[in-house]
């Protein structure tokens, strides 16, 4: 099973942009898909984007699409989500998964990809 490992977060105002990185160990790195979720306090986690295992295919939560951009580095056992532009909504703790998944829906959750990490604080001051 792989390991999950999130950074990246911080403070960062309004308009301002992160990078989060996840590193993975394990084997076969490049058989998952990674994903990546957000969870604000009181709320559910939500599926914020997606990459294929390849790296061909990427997918966004809409509202994010446009602002975040999700990438990977299969050499490097690492997967990539800068966001800019950010706002005070996206404020979470932002999470790492990996998973065998063959396709993305907007509905996906933590538990469909099986695997995620302890997460990273994001905080968007207005």
């Known amino acids: 099973q792989v390991q999950l490992v999130e950074s990246g977060g911080g403070l960062v105002q309004a308009g301002g942009s992160l990078r989060l990185s996840c590193a993975a160990s394990?084997?076969?790195?490049?058989?998952?898909?990674m994903g990546w979720f957000r969870q604000a306090p009181g709320k559910e986690p939500e599926f914020v984007a997606a990459i294929s295992s390849s790296g061909g295919r990427t997918y966004y939560a809409d509202s994010v699409k446009g602002r975040f951009t999700v990438s990977r580095d299969n050499a490097k056992n690492t997967v990539i989500l800068q966001m800019n532009s950010l706002k005070p909504e996206d404020t979470a703790v932002y999470y790492c998964a990996a998973g065998q998944i063959y396709y993305f829906i907007a509905t996906m959750t933590l538990k469909d990809f099986g695997s995620w990490g302890q997460g990273t604080q994001v905080t968007v001051s207005s």
């Open positions: 394990g084997p076969t790195f490049n058989n998952y898909a």
